[in-house]
Nanobody, 125 residues
Framework: QVQLVESGGGLVQPGGSLRLSCAAS????????IGWFRQAPGKEREGVSC????????YYADSVKGRFTISRDNAKNTMYLQMNSLKPEDTAVYYC??????????????????WGKGTLVTVSS
């Protein structure tokens, strides 16, 4: 069964950290650009970060640059998003997904092939 499953979300205080994981099954992440997007209540979907398929280059939205780090573990067929210095405006449901390529803005592009059901991140004191 082809699926992506996110984990690691939760409630954290401003300035805190979380690490999100996204485990793939039924297919290999190697063949795709992979990344994360988020959606806060009442707001449009926003690309957060992306790793390119060919050279593994990483891209980030300006809003998270310097605070978030995307990575992948090919042996585990899993991607991660390390989130540091979290702010209340980072509160959203975070989704992982695969696509054809990345934009410099950290957005997945070319049509998403697979995506997960999301994990909620709440940043609040």
């Amino acid at each position: 069964q082809v699926q992506l499953v996110e984990s690691g979300g939760g409630l954290v205080q401003p300035g805190g950290s979380l690490r999100l994981s996204c485990a793939a099954s039924g297919f290999t992440l190697d063949y795709y650009a992979i990344g994360w997007f988020r959606q806060a209540p009442g707001k449009e979907r926003e690309g957060v970060s992306c790793i390119g398929r060919s050279d593994g280059s990483t891209y980030y939205a300006d809003s998270v640059k310097g605070r978030f780090t995307i990575s992948r573990d090919n042996a585990k067929n899993t991607m991660y998003l390390q989130m540091n210095s979290l702010k209340p405006e980072d509160t959203a449901v975070y989704y992982c997904a695969t696509a054809k390529f990345c934009l410099y803005s950290g957005t997945l592009a070319g049509g998403m092939d697979y995506w997960g059901k999301g994990t909620l991140v709440t940043v609040s004191s």
